[in-house]
């Protein structure tokens, strides 16, 4: 159609009189004149909301007070230590040795713990968390009972050199969904990914060595690329506080989680025995052993 827009009557020759100039058709555009502030006003606009979402990103993502994690690690293993790491791997050994002992309640500042930081800069804790499962319904004041509970008492609890406990945590390691065949990680935060990347030249070293069980190829778990997707659970309420999380959940997650299925019957040995040994060596490098 042409001048007058859709769904008007159009003008016959005469009904206006030939001597009355006709009205010019109405711009439904601006000017370039006025079109150009408006494109700059836009695109100021929008690079504004893009720069508060990447803030409001990064916060949530790895939130509140940052901290300096630790340098360069001393480096690998020499292969007669690394053997003899994965040698002592005795479970039931290690179990009644030095686990269980562990299961004892001590206070911050109590003598063994005075003892054991006098020894190292950085020590090892572990955390027995509830595995996030909620009451009713998965909300934000339903699930992850024992860990933002957890976080907010090392939050309150003054810890010597940091001001707080929660501050002295150099690296919050979440092992999730382990045991069954064929597990893959993927790295999730990129505060952490270079600790990601030693687990996976790890598990290269062991695999060389033939010191990993049924393992075929050179990298079967530690993968490249981004996860499929984020995975809430008891890293969140620390990784809200600051903490580095490394958060390692087999992705997809194993077929008979949340069945009757999932019970010791299907834990896989060989993959257990794999893990143990690369954290095992993660561990000792870390720390300097």
């Known amino acids: 159609m042409r001048s007058g827009g859709r769904g008007r009557t159009r003008l016959r020759l005469g009904d206006r009189g030939l001597l009355e100039p006709p009205s010019p058709p109405k711009r439904r555009l601006l000017p370039?004149?006025?079109?150009?502030?408006?494109?700059?006003?836009?695109?100021?606009?929008?690079?504004?909301?893009?720069?508060?979402?990447?803030?409001?990103?990064r916060r949530t993502e790895e939130p509140l007070q940052g901290r300096e994690l630790r340098g360069p690690l001393v480096g690998n293993l020499p292969e007669a230590r690394l053997?003899?790491?994965?040698?002592?791997?005795?479970?039931?050994?290690?179990?009644?040795a030095y686990l269980r002992p562990l299961l004892v309640v001590r206070t911050p500042g109590s003598p063994g713990n005075?003892?054991?930081?006098?020894?190292?800069?950085?020590t090892l804790q572990l955390l027995f968390l509830d595995g996030e499962e909620a009451l009713k319904e998965w909300g934000p004041k339903d699930s992850l009972y024992g860990s933002r509970h957890l976080a907010q008492l090392m939050e309150s609890a003054p810890h010597s050199p940091g001001p707080t406990r929660i501050h002295a945590i150099e690296l919050f390691m979440l092992l999730d969904l382990l045991g069954a065949p064929n597990p893959t990680f993927y790295s999730h935060f990129p505060r952490t990914a270079r600790w990601f990347h030693r687990l996976r030249s790890i598990e290269k070293r062991l695999h060389h060595l033939n010191l990993l069980q049924s393992h075929p190829h050179?990298?079967?778990?530690?993968?490249?690329g981004e996860p499929f997707?984020?995975?809430?659970?008891?890293?969140?309420p620390f990784l809200r506080r600051g903490v580095p999380v490394l958060h390692l959940i087999s992705t997809p997650f194993p077929s008979v989680w949340h069945t009757p299925d999932d019970s010791e019957a299907n834990l896989h040995p060989p993959t257990v025995h794999n893990l143990s040994r690369i954290l095992a060596v993660f561990l000792a490098e870390y720390l300097g052993l």
Not at 229 to 236: L, R
Request: charged residues 20%.
């Open 32 to 57: 370039r004149a006025q079109l150009l502030p408006l494109l700059l006003l836009l695109l100021a606009v929008a690079w504004a909301l893009y720069t508060i979402w990447g803030g409001w990103h």
């Open 114 to 122: 005075l003892q054991v930081r006098k020894a190292a800069p950085v």
């Open 218 to 224: 050179e990298v079967m778990y530690f993968q490249p």
């Open 229 to 236: 997707s984020s995975v809430e659970d008891d890293h969140v």
């Open 83 to 96: 053997r003899r790491v994965v040698g002592q791997l005795d479970p039931e050994r290690l179990w009644n």
